[in-house]
């Protein structure tokens, strides 16, 4: 969860709200599959993060911005520096805030972007429009069963339960956000812009907070209603 409540009444606070929506509906979706799948997550993996650097949209970016700010602002200005250094071990390719020496490896976890939430634990649809579900192929259960899909009917017989429809939470997020989730970019190119927005929206939003105190009006209005104008 995010204090969105930092932000005010901007459009920054809303879609903020929006992404915490969708994402506990991810949540609510994927527990009946993780209590029964037969590939979880092996203890201390996280190999899908190390050759893999996602690409996430505004929402997301906007959403993993404002958790650094809020729980790891350090790191957030070492970012905006351009001081900040990915821990020795990651890869060009893979995720910049992967930690190789951590068996819980990902040091965003909470602001993890969209891609990072549905994998592993999500089907999507076969040609003919069925959903399916294939385990990723650094699960042990590949051993077993090699590169192939699981259907909706053998599921059910199997295991008691389906996962949830990757492009239906997609479109989920895509429905309560205002303005939507486009715009993918690699993280490492399109996290420090939005990182910048929110400090300044942050700024002139702390910077209301005094004025108010000092019972000061800067043309007719105050500062949070400028900064309610700012759009990420």
Not at 18 to 26: Q, R, T
Not at 191 to 218: G, R, S
Request: proline share 8%; net charge negative.
């Amino acid at each position: 969860m995010i204090n969105s409540g930092l932000y005010g009444e901007s459009l920054t606070a809303a879609v903020l709200q929006g992404v915490d929506s969708a994402y506990e509906e991810i949540d609510r979706c994927q527990q009946p599959w993780k209590a029964v799948t037969p590939a979880p997550c092996p203890e201390g993996c996280g190999d899908c993060c190390v050759d893999f650097e996602p690409e996430p949209g505004e929402a997301e970016l906007v959403y993993l911005a404002a958790w650094l700010w809020e729980h790891q602002p350090e790191t957030a200005g070492r970012l905006i520096s351009g001081t900040y250094e990915p821990l020795p071990g990651v890869h060009e390719k893979g995720c910049i805030f992967y930690n190789p020496g951590s068996p819980l490896h990902c040091t965003v976890y909470g602001g993890r972007v969209l891609i990072c939430r549905l994998f592993g634990f999500c089907g999507d649809h076969s040609k003919d429009g069925m959903l399916r579900w294939r385990p990723c192929r650094f699960q042990p259960v590949r051993k077993t069963t090699g590169n192939r899909s699981f259907l909706a009917e053998e599921m059910k017989q199997k295991f008691g339960a389906l996962p949830p429809d990757m492009s239906r939470l997609s479109t989920y997020l895509e429905s309560t956000v205002p303005g939507g989730n486009s715009g993918c970019r690699p993280l490492r190119e399109s996290l420090v812009p939005v990182l910048k927005k929110l400090k300044m929206l942050l700024d002139l939003l702390n910077q209301n907070q005094v004025e108010v105190e000092n019972n000061h009006i800067t043309d007719g209005r105050s500062s949070n209603d400028r900064a309610n104008g700012i759009y990420i």
